[in-house]
C-alpha cells in the first residue's frame, strides 16, 4: 500500500467518526475567514485571506501590517517566472505570519474589456502568458507552506451585475481562452483550492454548475482540493451540494448548514456526496498542518517578515514590471543631479493597489514624490475621493500621539472601550471579536487636527452606515441612513459625504469628533475613513504653477492616473480616459517643456491622446510600496524598465475589440470568440496605441538567428511535450540589458479558424554590451492544438506552423517553420 493510500485512509477514517450534523459543520465558514475546528477529530482552524497584493490577514489593521507587493497586472509586465516565483515565496511568508494558511490569489481570469474592473487584479490577456505567470505564483505560494487558490472559475471578467449575469460563450473559447489557466495550475501546479466564482455560465450559476465543476475541474482534471465559493456567491442548498461546491464562505450563515442536514436525509443529495466535500478538506488540513497527526509545513523564508531582503525584492519586482513605452532621443535615463519638475496628482498620492479583495494596510508606502526627494505640484487634483487625512496632523486627545481615539459605546452610551489608533480609516471585514459584534454599537473616532494654512477646509467621511462629522463645534457632515446590500459591493461601493469650514486660526488644534453607527457590526463588517482637503490655489492658477516650474526645470516628470476609487472590484470603469484635467496638464507642460516625461500610474490601459507630443512615457502600475524608490531607479538608470505590456493598448475607446460589459436581460455575450486582445488587433489589422508585449530598454538588441525543431509527431504534442526554439541575440548598446523573447505560432492553411498568431513561448535575455546570448524557448504543446466542439476533444492538425520571433506581438524579425506529421 502507497503512503497516498494510507493517508486517504486515514482521512477516511476520521471522517467515519462524525456524524452528518458533524460533518455538515465543517463546510461552512465559522466567520468570515476561518472555517470551524473539530477537536473530536484533531481538526483546528483552518484560516484564509485575501491576497492578489498582499496577505492582508482577518484584518484591516494597522498595527498588524502586510508587505504589498507590485498588482499582479505589474507582476505579469515582468513576464519574469522566476522573479514571480520569489514573490509567491514572500507571500506565503505573510500569509503565515498572518496565522493563515490559504491564501485566496492568484485571481486567473482574463483581460477581456479594458474597462474590467479588476483588471488590475488579473494578470493578461493572453492565456499562456496568465498561465505561466499564475503557475510561478502558485508555485512559489506552495513552496512557502501555504495553500495557493485559484479564483474565479470561470469567466469572472467584469463586474457589472457580477452576482446574477450569465456568460454566454462557445466552448472553444471557454477551453482556449479562459479554462486553460484554470488547466494550467490544476494539472502543472498542483493548486489546493479553487474558488467558484458569483457569474452564471450558460444560465447555471458557478456554485451550482455541475458540468464545470465536477465533470472539468474534478473529473477530467482530477482536482483532488476543495472548491470554495467567493464570498456570499453561494445562495441554495441541493443544487450546490451536488454541483460540486465543497466550502461556502463566510460563515456562520449561509445556505448549508440545517438545511443542508435536512436536504441529505430527504434524498435531495447523497452523503457520499458530503463525505467526499470532507475528504477535500482534510487533505487540505493535511497539507497545511492544522490536523493532529500530519506535519506542519517546516519551510525557512528567505524573505522574513519586514526585512531588508523581502523590501529589496518588491522594489526589484516594481522595477522589473514599469514599463518604457516611449523614449524619444533616449531621454531617459535621466543623470543623477537633473534639475527636474515634479508635477501632477499621483507624484504624493501615489496608487499603489486596487480597491477591494487587493486593499491592505501596508507595511510603508513609499510615494513617487519620496522616492525621487522632490516637492510636487498637484496640477490638477486626483480623481476619485479626497485623500485620507494626514494623520500628521492629527493627535489623539488623551495621549498625545498622532492619529485618533478610537470608542466604542452602545447607542445608550454605555462604554464598551476604547484604543489609539493611527490610521484614519478604520475597516473591519469579518472582525473576530465577538464584543463589537452588536446591533447597538456605535463607534466614534475623535483627533485634535493642526490646520496648516487658513481658508475653506473640506472634510468628508466614507462609511458603511450613518455617519456624522464635527469639526470645531460645528457639524458639518450629517448622518444619512443607508442600507447595505451584498457584503463585498457595499463594502467597496460607499459614497463620500463632504462637508466644508472655514479654519482662520493656523496651527491651532481644533476638535474632530467622527460618530458611526456601523449597521453590518452584528455580522463583523465596518468601515469609516476620514477625508480632507486643505485650502490651495484656484485650478487655473495650479495649472499656470505646474507650467512655471516645468518651465523652469531641465526635464518635467508629470506623474498621473487612476486609483483605487476607480479601479476596484464590484464595479467596472465607466473610461478609459484619464480623470478630468490631466490630459490637458500633460499638453500644457509639454508645451512648455519638450523634455517631459510622463509618468502613468494605473493598474490597467488609459488612453493616451498626448502620447506624440511627449518624449517618454513610462507605465508603472500599481506597483506596491515601494513605489517611489523603483520610479528613482528606474528614472535615473540605476534599474532597467523590465516591464512589457502584458495587455493591448487601444488608441482610443471605440478602437478596442471587447469594451462594453454590460449584461444584457441578464446575459453577457462573449460573442467575439477567440477575439480578445491582441487575437482581434491582429485579425482586423487594427494598429493599438502599443502593442501587446510592447517595451522598451535602455540598450538595444538585434535578434540574430532563429532555429526550431523542423518536425515533431502529433502523438508527442498530444502527450504535453513542449518545442523547443533556439533564438540568438546580440545586445549592441552600451548598457547590460534584460529582454523579453517572445514566440508566435500560426498556421493559416487550417479548417479551423484561427487568429493569425498565438503567444506560444517566451523566455528572458539578459546580456552585457556587445555580447552575444542564446536563449531556448519551450513552445507550449497546448499552442499547436485546437478545440473541436463537435469533437468533444482537442485536435492537433498536421502541417506547418510559422513560428514569429520578437520582441512584441508586432515586432517579429525572426521566424521558423516547425512542422507537424
Known amino acids: 500500500m502507497s503512503s497516498a493510500d494510507t493517508i486517504e485512509d486515514r482521512l477516511k477514517a476520521l471522517i467515519g467518526a462524525l456524524d452528518l450534523p458533524g460533518k455538515i459543520r465543517l463546510?461552512?465558514?465559522?466567520?468570515?475567514?476561518?472555517?470551524?475546528?473539530?477537536?473530536?477529530?484533531?481538526?483546528?482552524?483552518?484560516?484564509?485571506?485575501?491576497?492578489?497584493?498582499?496577505?492582508?490577514?482577518?484584518?484591516?489593521?494597522?498595527?498588524?501590517?502586510?508587505?504589498h507587493t507590485p498588482s499582479p497586472t505589474a507582476l505579469a509586465a515582468t513576464w519574469d517566472t522566476a522573479l514571480v516565483h520569489r514573490i509567491g515565496l514572500l507571500l506565503a511568508e505573510e500569509t503565515r505570519a498572518k496565522g493563515a494558511q490559504v491564501l485566496l490569489a492568484p485571481t486567473i481570469n482574463l483581460h477581456r474589456s479594458p474597462l474590467g474592473g479588476r483588471h488590475f487584479e488579473c494578470f493578461s490577456e493572453d492565456p499562456l502568458l496568465v498561465s505561466e505567470i499564475g503557475l510561478a505564483y502558485v508555485r512559489g505560494v506552495q513552496a512557502g507552506g501555504v495553500a495557493a487558490c485559484a479564483k474565479h472559475f470561470v469567466a469572472n471578467d467584469s463586474e457589472n451585475q457580477r452576482f446574477t449575469l450569465s456568460v454566454d460563450l462557445a466552448e472553444r473559447a471557454l477551453r482556449e481562452l479562459y479554462l486553460a489557466p484554470f488547466e494550467a495550475v490544476v494539472?502543472?501546479?498542483?493548486?489546493?483550492?479553487?474558488?467558484?466564482?458569483?457569474?452564471?455560465?450558460?444560465?447555471?450559476?458557478?456554485?451550482?454548475?455541475?458540468?464545470?465543476?465536477?465533470?472539468?475541474?474534478?473529473?477530467?482534471?482530477?482536482?483532488?482540493?476543495?472548491?470554495?465559493?467567493?464570498?456570499?456567491?453561494?445562495?441554495?442548498?441541493?443544487?450546490?451540494?451536488?454541483?460540486?461546491?465543497?466550502?461556502?464562505?463566510?460563515?456562520?450563515?449561509?445556505?448549508?448548514?440545517?438545511?443542508?442536514?435536512?436536504?441529505?436525509?430527504?434524498?435531495?443529495?447523497?452523503?457520499?456526496?458530503?463525505?467526499?466535500?470532507?475528504?477535500?478538506?482534510?487533505?487540505?488540513?493535511?497539507?497545511?498542518?492544522?490536523?493532529?497527526?500530519?506535519?506542519?509545513?517546516?519551510?525557512?523564508?528567505?524573505?522574513?517578515?519586514?526585512?531588508?531582503?523581502?523590501?529589496?525584492?518588491?522594489?526589484?519586482a516594481a522595477t522589473r514590471g514599469m514599463v518604457l513605452l516611449r523614449n524619444e532621443n533616449a531621454l531617459l535615463p535621466l543623470a543623477e543631479g537633473t534639475r527636474i519638475a515634479l508635477i501632477g496628482p499621483n507624484a504624493a498620492h501615489t496608487a499603489t493597489r486596487g480597491g477591494g479583495s487587493a486593499d491592505l494596510s501596508p507595511r510603508r508606502v513609499v510615494s513617487f514624490a519620496q522616492?525621487?526627494?522632490?516637492?510636487?505640484?498637484?496640477?490638477?487634483?486626483?480623481?476619485?475621493?479626497?485623500?485620507?487625512?494626514?494623520?500628521?496632523?492629527?493627535?489623539?486627545?488623551?495621549?498625545?500621539?498622532?492619529?485618533?481615539?478610537?470608542?466604542?459605546?452602545?447607542?445608550?452610551?454605555?462604554?464598551?472601550?476604547?484604543?489609539?489608533?493611527?490610521?484614519?480609516?478604520?475597516?473591519?471585514?469579518?472582525?473576530?471579536?465577538?464584543?463589537?459584534?452588536?446591533?447597538?454599537?456605535?463607534?466614534?473616532?475623535?483627533?485634535?487636527?493642526?490646520?496648516?494654512?487658513?481658508?475653506?477646509?473640506?472634510?468628508?467621511?466614507t462609511a458603511l452606515g450613518p455617519t456624522s462629522l464635527t469639526v470645531a463645534g460645528q457639524r458639518i457632515v450629517e448622518p444619512v441612513r443607508a442600507g447595505w446590500g451584498s457584503l463585498v459591493d457595499s463594502f467597496d461601493n460607499i459614497t463620500e459625504q463632504l462637508g466644508a469650514i472655514e479654519l482662520s486660526d493656523v496651527d491651532t488644534p481644533v476638535e474632530l469628533v467622527v460618530a458611526h453607527l456601523p449597521i453590518a457590526a452584528p455580522h463583523g463588517y465596518l468601515r469609516c475613513g476620514l477625508t480632507h482637503r486643505a485650502p490651495g490655489r484656484d485650478a487655473e492658477a495650479e495649472l499656470a504653477e505646474a507650467v512655471r516650474q516645468a518651465a523652469a526645470a531641465e526635464v518635467a516628470v508629470v506623474v498621473v492616473g487612476t486609483n483605487a476609487d476607480l479601479e476596484s472590484e464590484s464595479h467596472d470603469r465607466t473610461t478609459l480616459e484619464l480623470p478630468p484635467g490631466q490630459d490637458e496638464l500633460i499638453r500644457r507642460v509639454a508645451a512648455a517643456n519638450p523634455r517631459t516625461v510622463v509618468v502613468?500610474?494605473?493598474?490597467?490601459?488609459?488612453?493616451?491622446?498626448?502620447?506624440?507630443?511627449?518624449?517618454?512615457?513610462?507605465?508603472?502600475?500599481?506597483?506596491?510600496?515601494?513605489?517611489?524608490?523603483?520610479?528613482?531607479?528606474?528614472?535615473?538608470?540605476?534599474?532597467?524598465?523590465?516591464?512589457?505590456?502584458?495587455?493591448?493598448?487601444?488608441?482610443?475607446?471605440?478602437?478596442?475589440?471587447?469594451?462594453?460589459?454590460?449584461?444584457?436581460e441578464g446575459v453577457l455575450h462573449?460573442?467575439?470568440?477567440?477575439?480578445?486582445?491582441?487575437?482581434?488587433?491582429?485579425?482586423?489589422?487594427?494598429?493599438?496605441?502599443?502593442?501587446?508585449?510592447?517595451?522598451?530598454?535602455?540598450?538595444?538588441?538585434?535578434?540574430?538567428?532563429?532555429?526550431?525543431?523542423?518536425?515533431?509527431?502529433?502523438?508527442t504534442l498530444h502527450t504535453g511535450e513542449p518545442v523547443p526554439v533556439r533564438v540568438t541575440l546580440t545586445n549592441t548598446g552600451t548598457r547590460p540589458g534584460r529582454e523579453i523573447v517572445q514566440v508566435y505560432?500560426?498556421?493559416?492553411?487550417?479548417?479551423?479558424?484561427?487568429?493569425?498568431?498565438?503567444?506560444?513561448?517566451?523566455?528572458?535575455?539578459?546580456?552585457?554590451?556587445?555580447?552575444?546570448?542564446?536563449?531556448?524557448?519551450?513552445?507550449?504543446?497546448?499552442?499547436?492544438?485546437?478545440?473541436?466542439?463537435?469533437?468533444?476533444?482537442?485536435?492537433?492538425?498536421?502541417?506547418?506552423?510559422?513560428?514569429?520571433?520578437?520582441?512584441?506581438?508586432r515586432d517579429l524579425p525572426l521566424t521558423a517553420v516547425v512542422t507537424v506529421h
Open 670 to 715: 462573449y460573442a467575439e470568440g477567440l477575439l480578445i486582445g491582441y487575437r482581434a488587433y491582429d485579425q482586423h489589422r487594427l494598429d493599438p496605441a502599443f502593442c501587446f508585449g510592447h517595451g522598451l530598454g535602455y540598450t538595444t538588441w538585434d535578434y540574430v538567428a532563429a532555429q526550431a525543431t523542423p518536425a515533431i509527431s502529433a502523438a
Open 600 to 664: 502613468v500610474n494605473a493598474g490597467s490601459p488609459v488612453l493616451m491622446p498626448w502620447a506624440d507630443e511627449v518624449a517618454a512615457i513610462l507605465y508603472t502600475w500599481f506597483p506596491g510600496q515601494e513605489a517611489g524608490h523603483a520610479l528613482a531607479d528606474v528614472l535615473h538608470g540605476r534599474a532597467e524598465p523590465g516591464g512589457r505590456l502584458p495587455t493591448t493598448f487601444p488608441r482610443t475607446a471605440e478602437q478596442a475589440p471587447v469594451l462594453d460589459t454590460t449584461p444584457t
Open 371 to 461: 522616492g525621487l526627494g522632490l516637492d510636487p505640484v498637484e496640477g490638477v487634483r486626483p480623481g476619485g475621493r479626497q485623500p485620507l487625512i494626514n494623520l500628521a496632523d492629527c493627535t489623539d486627545p488623551e495621549t498625545g500621539e498622532p492619529g485618533f481615539r478610537v470608542e466604542y459605546r452602545t447607542t445608550d452610551g454605555e462604554f464598551l472601550g476604547s484604543e489609539h489608533r493611527e490610521t484614519a480609516r478604520l475597516a473591519w471585514l469579518g472582525l473576530p471579536e465577538q464584543q463589537w459584534r452588536r446591533a447597538d454599537l456605535q463607534v466614534t473616532m475623535r483627533a485634535h487636527y493642526r490646520p496648516r494654512v487658513a481658508g475653506t477646509h473640506t472634510f468628508g467621511v
Open 27 to 67: 463546510l461552512t465558514g465559522a466567520d468570515a475567514w476561518g472555517l470551524p475546528a473539530e477537536p473530536r477529530i484533531g481538526l483546528r482552524r483552518l484560516v484564509m485571506t485575501d491576497g492578489p497584493a498582499g496577505a492582508r490577514g482577518t484584518h484591516f489593521d494597522e498595527r498588524d501590517p502586510s508587505a
Open 187 to 316: 494539472r502543472a501546479g498542483g493548486v489546493k483550492v479553487v474558488m467558484a466564482a458569483y457569474n452564471a455560465v450558460r444560465g447555471t450559476t458557478m456554485t451550482e454548475n455541475h458540468p464545470l465543476q465536477v465533470g472539468v475541474l474534478k473529473g477530467e482534471w482530477g482536482f483532488q482540493g476543495p472548491i470554495v465559493s467567493d464570498w456570499t456567491a453561494a445562495r441554495s442548498t441541493a443544487d450546490s451540494a451536488t454541483g460540486g461546491l465543497d466550502l461556502v464562505m463566510p460563515g456562520p450563515d449561509g445556505p448549508w448548514g440545517e438545511q443542508l442536514v435536512q436536504a441529505v436525509r430527504a434524498g435531495e443529495v447523497p452523503e457520499s456526496e458530503i463525505d467526499d466535500k470532507v475528504l477535500r478538506l482534510l487533505r487540505l488540513a493535511a497539507e497545511t498542518g492544522v490536523l493532529d497527526g500530519f506535519p506542519v509545513p517546516e519551510v525557512t523564508s528567505p524573505y522574513p517578515v519586514g526585512s531588508a531582503v523581502q523590501t529589496d525584492l518588491l522594489r526589484e
Open 745 to 809: 505560432l500560426g498556421r493559416h492553411a487550417s479548417r479551423y479558424d484561427r487568429p493569425p498568431r498565438v503567444l506560444a513561448g517566451f523566455a528572458v535575455a539578459e546580456a552585457g554590451p556587445g555580447e552575444t546570448v542564446e536563449v531556448e524557448i519551450a513552445l507550449a504543446a497546448k499552442a499547436f492544438a485546437v478545440y473541436d466542439e463537435q469533437r468533444g476533444d482537442w485536435v492537433r492538425e498536421h502541417g506547418s506552423y510559422l513560428a514569429e520571433i520578437g520582441r512584441s506581438s
